[in-house]
């Protein structure tokens, strides 16, 4: 049914149909080629809203490896004019350590867009374990993002890599009495514990070595 409403003359449909198939996609592995193809063909709709579905479709499809294939595609939206289509990119890429996958997750870091930039880096930061100067250097440059979510995610991002600034920031953050609950999570999986009240966690994380 999702495939006959991608010819839909109908653009909500086609959108629509593309949503479903990559939200049924997520975790179906059947019939990989044909979602990934009715997403080709949607990045050349006219219509933009369908555009958008196509590109989150192409991202979702992971079991082909982010960029295999005509999954490359993605990497080629990194500088689109719709801030939904270069999220989609941001989503497709997280978790993917090739170099242009990286290399596009540091493009968007610093993209106009609170949300693309939120989940770039989420996707490097957070999802991905390669930690160099260049992904610390931009992660460091979020510090002090106009979004706010920006910015705790660079600190949880920085501090799992166990940087100095990172790891400062997190215990200041524990230690006072308004902290959000990603800082708690950070600090737990930093220090391999469990159920510690945040003023602990905050004392810990001061032993913690710096690896940079």
């Not at 693309?116 to 999802?127: C, K, Q």
């Not at 992904?135 to 100095?164: Q, T």
């Not at 609950?181 to 930093?190: C, F, N, Q, V």
Request: glycine share 8%; hydrophobic share 45%.
């Amino acid at each position: 049914m999702a495939v006959e409403y991608c010819a839909s003359p109908i653009p909500g449909e086609r959108a629509g149909a593309l949503s479903v198939l990559a939200i049924w996609g997520y975790k179906e592995k059947r019939h990989l080629s044909e979602r990934v193809e009715l997403a080709l063909r949607g990045l050349q709709d006219p219509e933009i809203i369908v555009v958008r579905m196509a590109a989150y479709l192409l991202a979702s499809v992971r079991e082909y490896g982010v960029l295999d294939g005509p999954r490359s595609t993605l990497v080629q939206l990194r500088s689109f004019p719709d801030a939904e289509v270069r999220w989609a990119v941001a989503y497709g890429m997280g978790s993917c350590d090739e170099p242009r996958a990286v290399e596009t997750l540091l493009l968007l870091m610093a993209d106009e867009d609170d949300e693309v930039r939120n989940w770039a880096t989420f996707g490097l930061g957070r999802l991905s374990e390669l930690n160099n100067a260049e992904i610390r250097d931009a992660l460091r440059a979020r510090l002090s993002d106009s979004f706010i979510d920006v910015r705790h995610e660079a600190v949880w991002s920085l501090a799992l890599r166990r940087d100095r600034q990172g790891l400062s920031l997190l215990a200041d953050r524990l230690a006072q009495a308004h902290w959000v609950a990603g800082d708690e999570y950070a600090a737990e999986d930093i220090l391999g514990v469990t159920g510690i009240p945040a003023s602990e966690l905050a004392k810990a994380l001061l032993g913690v070595k710096p690896l940079s």
